[in-house]
Each structure stands twice: as C-alpha cells, then as structure tokens.
C-alpha cells in the first residue's frame, strides 16, 4: 500500500456511509422476527401471482371455456379450490387475482405518496398563501369521507383497473400529505437548517440535504401502511361492484360469492380463500411496516450521530 | 373555553361544508363532461330522451345557472327524487337514517370500550404473552376486510347454527310492537353490530396502545409512583387520563366515517340504513340519490370532526386555558 | 454515635438484566446519612446518580436488578413488602425531581397533585388547608394551588415540587438536580429555599447534581461519582478546595464562565466522554481520561482509601501518599 493516500472525496464517503448504514438496517430488519415473517409472506403471494400463468390456466377464468365444467364443486372434486357458479375454476381466480390486489395496492399507493409527498413537502416548507391553500386542500380532502368519494368517481369514470387505481390513489393521498407537512415543519425548527440558511445554501440544497433525508424514512413507513388500506379499499369497492368486470380479483370472487349465494351453500372454498389472502397480504404489509417504523425511528438515528 | 374559539371552529366547519356543497356539484358535471352520456353508457337513447334527461338532471341552461339552481335546492335540502323510487331523495334518506345510526353508534360504543380496555393492558403489561396476544388478535380483525367478517360470521351464526336472523331488521311479516319490536330489532342487530364492533376495536386498541405507552415514559408517573399510590391507580388516575386524550378524539371522527363505511355490511345483512340505500343506488346508477347521500356523509364527518375539535379542547386543560 | 438514618450498603442496580447483559448503572457504592445531615453527590450525567435516587424508594423501571441493602432508620427498604414500601415512600423519603414540564401530571391542578400524596397517607388530614400551607412555605401564594403545570413559571414548578415532597414531613428529602433547568437568578432563590426549610425543618438531605457551585452551598459532605462508584467523599469545601482523586480535581477547576453554555454538558473540562456504562475501561475506569495516570492504573483495583481527615478517595495516588 503507497505511503500516501489520497483522500477520498466527501461524496463517497457520504456513500460509503449510506450504504454502511443501509447495511445495518438490512441487519436490524434480519433480527426483526414479526417483520421477517411478514417479509416471508408477501414473497410468496408475490411469487404465487407472477407464477398465475404457470400453476393456474387463464382459460378458466373465462365463462365461454366453462360451460361444461361442474359448477359449485367442492375442493374435493375439483381440486385444489374447487369452481363456482359458472363452473369457473376458484384456484385461478385466486392465483390471476392476487395480480390484481397487489398491483392496484402498491400503484394506488404509489400515486398517493408521491401527490401526497409533494404537497407536504411543498405546504410545509414554503409558506405564503400558496402553503396555506395547499394546506387547506389537504384538511378539506381528509374530511371527505373515503368511501362515498370513491363510489362516485368509480360511477362516473367507468369500472376498469386503471380507474380504480386512480380513485384509491387520488382519495388517499392526504393523510400521507398532512404527515409529511408536519415533519417538515418540525424538521424546519431544527437549528441545522437554519444555520445553513444563513450559510446561505439553496432551497434545492436543503431539499435535497436536509429536507429530504429527514423525511424519506417516514414516507417509506407511511408507505407500507397504506398498502394495507388501498388494498382493502379495492376489495370494498370490487365487492361493491366497482370493480372490474372483466378482471378476477380477490374482492370480485368476494362480490360474486356473495351475489351467487355462497353463503347459503356453504360453499366455502370461494369466499374464505380471497378473505384469507387479503389478510395475508394486509398483515404482512403491516408487519413490515412496524418493523421499519421501529428501526427507522429511534436506532438509526443514534447511530447516524 | 371561550366563545371566541367555539365560533373560529364553528365557521371553519361551516366553510368546509361549503366548499362540499360546491365540490358536489362540480364532481358530477365537471369529471367527464356529458353525465348522461357516462350513466347510460351503452343504451341508446333518442335527442329525445337525452333532452328530456338533461331537464330531470337539471344539466338544462347553463353552467352558471344550474350551479345557482343547485345551491337553492341544496339549502332547501332538496336533492331531486330518486330514479328507482321517483320519492324526494331526502325522505328516503331521512327513512334510512336511523338504523344506521343506532348500527354505528352501539359498534363505536363497544369497539371503544373494549379496545381501549385491550390498548391498556397491552400497554400497561409490554412485551407480555398478554400483550402480544391482543396485538396480534387486532392486527388480524384490522386485516380483514370487514364485510368479510361479516360473510363469516352470517355464515356460522346465522346459516349454520341458525341462532341470529340472516338480514333485515325485523321478522317479515311480524307485526310486534313495543318491547317486543326493540327485542326482535336487536336480535337482527346482533351479527351485524358484532362485526363492526370488532372491525374497528383493534384500531383503538393499537392507538390506545402507542398513546400509553408514550405516556408511561413521562416522569409524572414515577413521581405518582414515589408518592406511594398502588400501581393500577398509577395507572388508572394519571396514566390513563393523559393516554386517552388522542383517543377520544379518533371517537368522534371514526364515528363520522363509519357512517359512511358500513355501506358493505348493511349489503351483507340487509340491514335496512343509509349503507343499504348506497348500495342499491349503485344498481342504477340513481344519480340524485348518490348525490344527496354523498352531501349528507360528508357532512357528518364535518360535524363529527367539529365535535371531535371541541371535546378535545374542553377535555385537556393546556388547550382550555389558552 | 447514633445510627445513621440511611445507610446505604454495597448497592449494585443494573438495568435491563433478564439474564442477558445488562447495563450496570451503579457498582458497589455505599455511603451514611445521618439525621439532618447534608449530602451532595456529584459527578457528570451518566455517573449513576439519577439511579440512585430512584433505587433509594425502589422506583425504577420493572426488569431492573438491584443488589445491595438501603437502610432507612435499620430496615431494609429493598426487603420491604409492598404495603411496607408505600407506606415509606414519601412519609420518610420524598424526591424532589427537576423541575420539568412533564415531571407533573399536566391534566391535573398542582394543588391536587400535593393534595393527593397527603390523602393517601392521611385520609383524615385536612388537605386543602395543608397544601395552603405547604404552598406558602414555598413561597407560593396559596391560589397557585388552582393552576395547571403548563401555567407554571420553571421556577414556580420546582417549587411546586418541594412543596409536594414535604407533603408528608419526611425525614430525607432527595432533591434531584433540582436547579439544573433554571436561570441563574431563579437557581439561588431555590437554593436559599432549600437551604432555609432544611436547616428549619432539621431534614435529612442527598442533594444530586453536576454543578458543584451549588453543591457546596448547600451541602456539609459530599460523594464524587463516576462510571457507577463514589471516587472522592468528604467535607464538600474541603473536597472541593484540595480534591484528592484527579477527577474530582478537573471538576473543581473548570470554572464556568457566565454564558458559556456548554460547561453544563462538559463542567469537568475534560477531553472525551464519560465511559458508556457497557463499556467500563479496566481497572481505575477514569485513566483514559486522568492527566497523572501511571502504567499501574489500568490494572489496579481501586478503593477508596484515606486520605485525610473524614476523606477518602480511590486513586493509587492517594495509596502511594503521593497525591497532586
């Protein structure tokens, strides 16, 4: 090794340290048994809906193909879920739609986040008249209550996954919105930020420094609950019947278990697996969420000192 | 509490009510343009008919004018007759209105009570079998969907071992009165009063939960501690007080969306409230309907929200004493 | 001589202990109070000062290992059944803690808060006119007892609290860093007050705190810990104009300047931290940090051994007899 070292610039060391510190993240998180479970879980719903097209035939799912196949057989005739009323297969409308739960869950989310993000980045750290309208906005959607608000536009904007989405994502932004504003806020009376006001750093400088940082953890944890919600959001409004007709989801087997009188025939194997899956995945959300929470909050913090 | 106060809060709702009022009207007109077009997507209709549509809209005249039209039948809470059962949308809402409230408000008393009493001794007694065991019985009701509870619940209660009554709110055909009327109503409002209560009770158990255990790290309950007082009165007279505060707040403005979030239940068990009249109101679509209910939800999360601003501020003496 | 009113004996208090490793707080201290006797323990936070207070009423966290004996007037508080121990707490040992927001039950009147240690000794006493009164010996005027926390000045809390910890005359008052959130003008009218009630009242006194200033106020002996043990003990002036152990040397001699805000995090002046209590260094814990250190001290076990007149100090310096 020569003598002399040449010093390594501080952007890689502060690389280096991100990533040192996104290590012993990943090695709290390893330890963290309720999280790794729920981890675990979502692997493997995860696997099982890219896998539809291999363990389940897409044709089933289709009323044409089914017209002589049994209807309302239990698992034990036609293994391994047994068809419904249309004689359609139940194991692959749970398989093909967990692609759906999922996919409207994390898009939905994802949209919400990022409006949600955006404008409580924006209304907390400016202020003016254009924060306190935003602001306002935020409180004024937070009192619509969800589900009326979803109904109407899923009626309007015509049942198809992509509107889906779009509803759930644009009524679920503002809890995320009002989060985010109040950690900018208190982020904003942190003496640092202001020191480097007076230093006179940029605002993209203390966005991109400052800000930012300091919020992410809490948007990554805020985002792992709300996973949780749109997905159940999806269910009520498929179940509702604003789901879309022409796609199977776990909500819709719900719609039409409960339509076809499942109840009545006991036909269990199509009402219980779609509920049993989205508890699955709601839990497993949840499960990631508090274990982030816990490690994002008080221990990396520590040792980012 | 001063009259200052109340009346900042008070006009505050008001102002949200008003900007609802407003955001009603655009939400049906403004989305996509043409909403006769939207809801009778796929019928054919003559120049006729969708003149004739547009007039029962009120979509006649312009912009400016239904607006104006819009806001005088709001004031004078009409909202237009319904399509399915050509009665004013508010009687029928008027009708609906009661059975949901006394459905929410029995689930929102229970589920309050005892996941408050879960929150506390999940708190109180951290990290124990106890503790992990009602934080994972309400991890899973908050993971079920909650209609889906109620599929369960039908199913095994009510189909199976027959003991509860599978909808409605009364025996069809039964013509009881009085005492006898109150038993039967409650009978049928059994299974449905169960699921929601325990759909929502793991949410205030959990925040329960975090609120004492926050307040449990204060140093006023050592201080309570080093005065001499048992433990469960520590626990009861300065710990629980403080840790409900956030609470019964969430009370309130869950109550407000509950309203509004029983719409798949009442489907599951018939049960004959403003979730049910949602519900039915998709088949149509009956458009004033929709409308007159999406006003009348959103204004009850207004009020409750109110209510909810108000309690907190008169319950915790910083606020009070500004 | 009479028996002490608290004898502390070899007490060890280790937090977190399930088996695991835990975090010893205190390791093996010991020291004599005697009725209306002043007592100051000094020592940077972190020392195991805090700890002992809490152990002296048995009010740490659950899941908390203390060894030792406490003895109050002959009887061992740790050996106390429950009924016993409330029964103590606060009828012969009160605490007075610091001062801040949240050392009160904020959603509760302070007069209550007075009020409600003295009914639960004394159900009969009359409570309203003892809080007037306790709140007039504060300096107080009795319709404070009507106020909130919050409504509260940091100065009129701390008094508050004194209040409160002679609700129930007991015979050892433990004040706690009770002037450290307080301006300095605030701080000496506190100090007067304590120094007043406790020479009035004949109590017994343990007075907590980093800042000596204030402790050789108030106090007539005082203990100098670090890393969990008692390094120095003696007269407080005396310790403070000679100090024996290095340590309590660099204490003494970093004079805060007026404004210098950081003597309150750093009042010993010296390099580096304190050791993290899971992480003591061998031997005499303090030589990382000891100017006069000597090859031996890393591996020397260290007592406190004479050094002087009612003085002791755990240095090997002080065993050599060739102290600084």
């Given at each position: 090794?020569?003598?002399?070292?040449?010093?390594?610039?501080?952007?890689?060391?502060?690389?280096?340290?991100?990533?040192?510190?996104?290590?012993?993240?990943?090695?709290?998180?390893?330890?963290?048994?309720?999280?790794?479970?729920?981890?675990?879980?979502?692997?493997?719903?995860?696997?099982?809906?890219?896998?539809?097209?291999?363990?389940?035939?897409?044709?089933?799912?289709?009323?044409?193909?089914?017209?002589?196949h049994?209807?309302?057989?239990?698992?034990?005739?036609?293994?391994?879920?047994?068809?419904d009323?249309?004689?359609?297969?139940?194991?692959?409308?749970?398989?093909?739609?967990?692609?759906?739960?999922?996919?409207?869950?994390?898009?939905?989310?994802?949209?919400?986040?990022v409006i949600?993000?955006?404008?409580?980045?924006?209304?907390?750290?400016?202020?003016?008249?254009?924060?306190?309208?935003?602001?306002?906005?935020?409180?004024?959607?937070?009192?619509?209550?969800?589900?009326?608000?979803?109904?109407?536009?899923?009626?309007?904007?015509?049942?198809?996954?992509?509107?889906?989405?779009?509803?759930?994502?644009?009524?679920?932004?503002?809890?995320?919105?009002?989060?985010?504003?109040?950690q900018?806020?208190?982020?904003?009376?942190?003496?640092?930020?202001?020191?480097?006001?007076?230093?006179?750093?940029?605002?993209?400088?203390?966005?991109?420094?400052?800000?930012?940082?300091?919020?992410?953890?809490?948007?990554?944890?805020?985002?792992?609950?709300?996973?949780?919600?749109?997905?159940?959001?999806?269910?009520t409004?498929?179940?509702?019947?604003?789901?879309?007709?022409?796609?199977?989801?776990?909500?819709?087997?719900?719609?039409?278990?409960?339509?076809?009188?499942?109840?009545?025939?006991?036909?269990?194997?199509y009402?219980?697996?779609?509920?049993?899956?989205?508890?699955?995945?709601?839990?497993?959300?949840?499960?990631?969420?508090?274990?982030?929470?816990?490690?994002?909050?008080?221990?990396?913090?520590?040792?980012r000192? | 509490?001063?009259?200052?106060?109340?009346?900042?809060?008070?006009?505050?709702?008001?102002?949200?009510?008003a900007?609802?009022?407003?955001?009603?009207?655009?939400?049906?007109?403004?989305?996509?343009?043409?909403?006769?077009?939207?809801?009778?997507?796929?019928?054919?209709?003559?120049?006729?008919?969708r003149?004739?549509?547009?007039?029962?809209?009120?979509?006649?005249?312009?912009?400016?004018?239904?607006?104006?039209?819009?806001?005088?039948?709001?004031?004078?809470?009409?909202?237009?007759?319904?399509?399915?059962?050509?009665?004013?949308?508010?009687?029928?809402?008027?009708?609906?209105?009661w059975?949901?409230?006394?459905?929410?408000?029995?689930?929102?008393?229970?589920?309050?009570?005892?996941?408050?009493?879960?929150?506390?001794?999940?708190?109180?007694?951290?990290?124990?079998?106890?503790?992990?065991?009602?934080t994972?019985?309400?991890?899973?009701?908050?993971?079920?969907?909650d209609?889906?509870?109620?599929?369960?619940?039908?199913?095994?209660?009510?189909?199976?071992?027959?003991?509860?009554?599978?909808?409605?709110?009364t025996?069809?055909?039964?013509?009881?009165?009085?005492?006898?009327?109150?038993?039967?109503?409650?009978?049928?409002?059994?299974?449905?009063?169960?699921?929601?209560?325990?759909?929502?009770?793991?949410?205030?158990?959990?925040?329960?939960?975090?609120?004492?255990?926050?307040?449990?790290?204060?140093?006023?309950?050592?201080?309570?501690?080093?005065?001499?007082?048992?433990?469960?009165?520590?626990?009861?007279?300065?710990?629980?007080?403080?840790?409900?505060?956030?609470?019964?707040?969430?009370?309130?403005?869950?109550?407000?969306?509950?309203?509004?979030?029983?719409?798949?239940?009442?489907?599951i068990?018939?049960?004959?409230?403003?979730?049910?009249?949602?519900?039915?109101?998709?088949?149509?679509?009956?458009?004033?309907?929709?409308?007159?209910?999406?006003?009348?939800?959103?204004?009850?999360?207004?009020?409750?929200?109110?209510?909810?601003?108000?309690?907190?501020s008169?319950?915790?003496?910083?606020?009070?004493?500004? | 001589?009479?028996?002490?009113?608290?004898?502390?004996?070899?007490?060890?208090?280790?937090?977190?202990?399930?088996?695991?490793?835990?975090?010893?707080?205190?390791?093996?201290?010991?020291?004599?109070?005697?009725?209306?006797?002043?007592?100051?323990?000094?020592?940077?936070?972190?020392?195991?000062?805090?700890?002992?207070?809490?152990?002296?009423?048995?009010?740490l966290?659950?899941?908390?290992?203390?060894r030792?004996?406490?003895?109050?007037?002959?009887?061992?508080?740790?050996?106390?059944?429950?009924?016993?121990l409330?029964?103590?707490r606060?009828?012969?040992?009160?605490?007075?803690?610091?001062?801040?927001?949240?050392?009160?039950?904020?959603?509760?009147?302070?007069?209550?808060?007075?009020?409600?240690?003295?009914?639960?000794?004394?159900?009969?006493?009359?409570?309203?006119?003892?809080v007037?009164?306790?709140?007039?010996?504060?300096?107080?005027?009795?319709?404070?007892?009507?106020?909130?926390?919050?409504?509260?000045?940091?100065?009129?809390?701390?008094?508050?609290?004194?209040?409160?910890?002679?609700?129930?005359?007991?015979?050892?008052?433990?004040?706690?860093?009770?002037?450290?959130?307080?301006?300095?003008?605030?701080?000496?009218?506190?100090?007067?007050?304590?120094?007043?009630?406790?020479?009035?009242?004949?109590?017994?006194?343990?007075?907590?705190?980093?800042?000596?200033?204030?402790?050789?106020?108030?106090?007539?002996?005082?203990?100098?810990?670090y890393?969990?043990?008692?390094?120095?003990?003696?007269?407080?002036?005396?310790?403070?104009?000679?100090?024996?152990?290095?340590?309590?040397?660099?204490?003494?001699?970093?004079?805060?300047?007026?404004?210098?805000?950081?003597?309150?995090?750093?009042?010993?002046?010296?390099?580096?931290?304190?050791?993290?209590?899971?992480?003591?260094?061998?031997?005499?814990?303090?030589?990382?940090?000891?100017?006069?250190?000597?090859?031996?001290?890393?591996?020397?076990?260290?007592?406190?051994?004479?050094?002087?007149?009612?003085?002791?100090?755990?240095?090997?310096?002080?065993?050599?007899?060739?102290?600084?």
């Amino acid at each position: 090794m020569s003598s002399t070292t040449v010093a390594a610039s501080p952007r890689s060391i502060a690389w280096q340290r991100r990533r040192r510190a996104l290590a012993q993240a990943w090695g709290l998180y390893r330890r963290h048994v309720p999280g790794m479970i729920g981890l675990s879980v979502l692997l493997v719903v995860v696997v099982m809906a890219l896998l539809a097209p291999v363990i389940s035939s897409h044709s089933e799912l289709d009323v044409v193909n089914t017209v002589d196949h049994q209807r309302w057989a239990s698992p034990a005739q036609v293994p391994p879920l047994g068809t419904d009323d249309y004689g359609r297969s139940v194991w692959a409308q749970f398989a093909w739609g967990a692609r759906i739960s999922l996919l409207v869950g994390l898009a939905a989310t994802i949209i919400a986040i990022v409006i949600g993000s955006v404008v409580g980045i924006a209304s907390g750290f400016y202020r003016g008249i254009g924060s306190a309208i935003l602001e306002r906005i935020t409180e004024w959607f937070l009192v619509i209550p969800f589900i009326p608000l979803a109904i109407v536009l899923a009626a309007i904007l015509g049942p198809s996954v992509r509107n889906i989405i779009i509803v759930i994502g644009i009524t679920s932004w503002p809890s995320t919105a009002r989060l985010v504003r109040a950690q900018v806020l208190t982020l904003k009376e942190r003496l640092y930020v202001e020191r480097s006001r007076a230093l006179g750093a940029s605002t993209r400088h203390l966005m991109g420094r400052h800000i930012f940082p300091n919020v992410s953890p809490i948007i990554l944890a805020n985002l792992t609950l709300t996973v949780p919600v749109a997905i159940l959001s999806e269910t009520t409004l498929a179940f509702l019947g604003l789901g879309d007709p022409t796609r199977a989801s776990w909500g819709k087997m719900l719609e039409e278990s409960f339509k076809a009188g499942a109840l009545t025939r006991d036909a269990w194997w199509y009402y219980l697996p779609p509920g049993l899956g989205i508890m699955a995945v709601v839990l497993a959300f949840t499960l990631i969420g508090t274990a982030l929470e816990e490690i994002l909050d008080p221990r990396l913090r520590e040792s980012r000192r | 509490m001063n009259l200052r106060f109340v009346t900042r809060k008070v006009l505050a709702a008001l102002a949200t009510l008003a900007f609802v009022i407003c955001f009603n009207f655009f939400l049906f007109r403004v989305v996509e343009g043409d909403p006769v077009a939207n809801l009778f997507r796929g019928k054919n209709l003559t120049l006729e008919q969708r003149l004739e549509l547009r007039k029962q809209f009120g979509l006649d005249g312009s912009q400016s004018e239904q607006f104006v039209r819009y806001l005088e039948q709001t004031v004078q809470l009409n909202f237009g007759r319904s399509y399915t059962t050509n009665r004013p949308v508010m009687s029928d809402i008027w009708e609906r209105a009661w059975p949901t409230i006394a459905l929410v408000g029995v689930s929102t008393l229970l589920s309050t009570v005892f996941g408050v009493m879960i929150g506390i001794v999940a708190a109180w007694r951290r990290r124990s079998k106890a503790d992990y065991g009602w934080t994972g019985f309400t991890m899973a009701t908050y993971a079920m969907p909650d209609f889906w509870l109620g599929m369960l619940l039908l199913v095994t209660f009510a189909v199976t071992l027959g003991w509860f009554p599978v909808g409605g709110i009364t025996d069809t055909g039964s013509d009881a009165t009085g005492l006898a009327k109150l038993v039967d109503q409650a009978h049928h409002m059994f299974l449905p009063a169960l699921t929601l209560t325990l759909a929502y009770l793991g949410e205030y158990a959990l925040v329960m939960r975090s609120s004492l255990l926050e307040t449990m790290r204060e140093d006023y309950l050592t201080l309570a501690r080093a005065k001499g007082l048992r433990d469960v009165v520590v626990r009861n007279r300065h710990a629980v007080p403080n840790a409900l505060l956030p609470v019964v707040t969430l009370i309130a403005i869950n109550f407000g969306f509950v309203l509004s979030g029983a719409i798949a239940v009442e489907a599951i068990y018939s049960w004959p409230g403003l979730g049910l009249l949602t519900y039915d109101a998709l088949r149509g679509p009956d458009l004033p309907m929709l409308q007159g209910l999406f006003l009348v939800f959103s204004a009850a999360v207004i009020f409750m929200n109110l209510v909810a601003d108000l309690l907190y501020s008169y319950l915790d003496p910083r606020v009070r004493t500004e | 001589m009479s028996e002490p009113l608290l004898s502390v004996r070899d007490l060890h208090v280790t937090y977190g202990a399930e088996g695991k490793a835990g975090v010893p707080a205190v390791r093996g201290v010991s020291f004599d109070v005697a009725a209306g006797e002043t007592l100051g323990l000094a020592g940077e936070s972190g020392c195991g000062k805090s700890t002992i207070a809490g152990a002296l009423l048995k009010v740490l966290p659950p899941k908390t290992e203390i060894r030792g004996e406490i003895l109050f007037d002959g009887e061992d508080v740790l050996q106390m059944k429950p009924g016993r121990l409330r029964a103590v707490r606060w009828t012969e040992m009160s605490i007075v803690f610091q001062g801040a927001l949240h050392a009160l039950n904020p959603v509760q009147r302070v007069g209550n808060q007075i009020g409600e240690a003295i009914d639960i000794h004394d159900p009969r006493a009359p409570t309203k006119a003892r809080v007037a009164e306790l709140l007039e010996v504060v300096g107080l005027p009795a319709r404070r007892g009507g106020d909130y926390p919050h409504q509260l000045s940091g100065g009129q809390r701390q008094r508050v609290l004194i209040a409160l910890a002679l609700a129930c005359s007991p015979r050892l008052l433990i004040a706690d860093e009770p002037t450290t959130a307080l301006d300095v003008m605030v701080q000496a009218q506190v100090l007067r007050l304590l120094e007043d009630l406790q020479r009035d009242l004949g109590l017994a006194m343990i007075f907590i705190t980093h800042d000596l200033s204030t402790l050789s106020y108030v106090c007539k002996r005082t203990a100098v810990m670090y890393a969990g043990r008692i390094v120095e003990e003696g007269e407080a002036e005396e310790v403070f104009a000679s100090p024996a152990h290095p340590y309590t040397a660099a204490l003494a001699a970093a004079f805060p300047l007026i404004g210098d805000h950081s003597h309150r995090l750093n009042p010993s002046g010296l390099g580096g931290d304190p050791p993290d209590p899971r992480a003591i260094p061998s031997g005499c814990p303090f030589h990382p940090r000891c100017s006069v250190a000597v090859a031996d001290c890393p591996n020397a076990a260290v007592e406190l051994w004479p050094a002087g007149d009612g003085r002791r100090a755990a240095c090997v310096h002080v065993l050599n007899g060739s102290r600084p």
